[in-house]
């Protein structure tokens, strides 16, 4: 992060700006991949891995790191998918919103986990060239 000056701060806001539709079309894009890129990491993906992989198996304790991690991403999408996609949508927000708020036993969890992940990447399907 870059700390700003008050000084520079005043000129920036202070110079002339564009308002022709090609300029803030693409200031547009760039805002929204900036949001996009807040929320989809290589951590996410990583995890996304490590649970619908061809090799995934991870330890409980890796769960719940996991499970936590996705929960996080949950709400920086809650956050930004309302920007991103167009039409909203709604039933694969709401599902996970749901997977994410529940606490499965430490039995179910595995499964709850992959239900999840599957949901994730639902959203990031959606999201297309905007995630990456």
């Known amino acids: 992060m870059v700390a700003v000056t008050a000084d520079v701060a005043t000129q920036l806001l202070s ?3 564009s308002d022709d539709h090609e300029t803030l079309g693409t200031l ?3 805002l ?3 949001l996009a890129s807040e929320a989809i990491d290589e951590q996410l993906y990583d995890d996304l891995e490590s649970v619908l992989g061809e090799y995934a198996h991870p330890a409980p ?3 719940t790191a996991v499970a936590e991690r996705f929960r996080k991403a949950t709400t920086k999408f809650v956050e930004i998918v309302p920007y991103l996609v167009r039409p909203y949508p709604i039933d694969e927000m709401r ?3 749901y997977l994410s708020a ?13 239900r999840l992940a599957l949901a994730i990447l639902a959203i990031l399907d959606l999201m297309g060239d905007t995630a990456s």
């Open 28 to 30: 547009l894009y760039s």
């Open 102 to 114: 529940e606490h499965p036993h430490p039995e179910d969890a595995p499964a709850h986990l992959r």
């Open 95 to 97: 599902r996970l919103i």
């Open 61 to 63: 304790h890796e769960v």
């Open 15 to 17: 110079r002339r700006t």
């Open 32 to 34: 929204r991949r900036s």
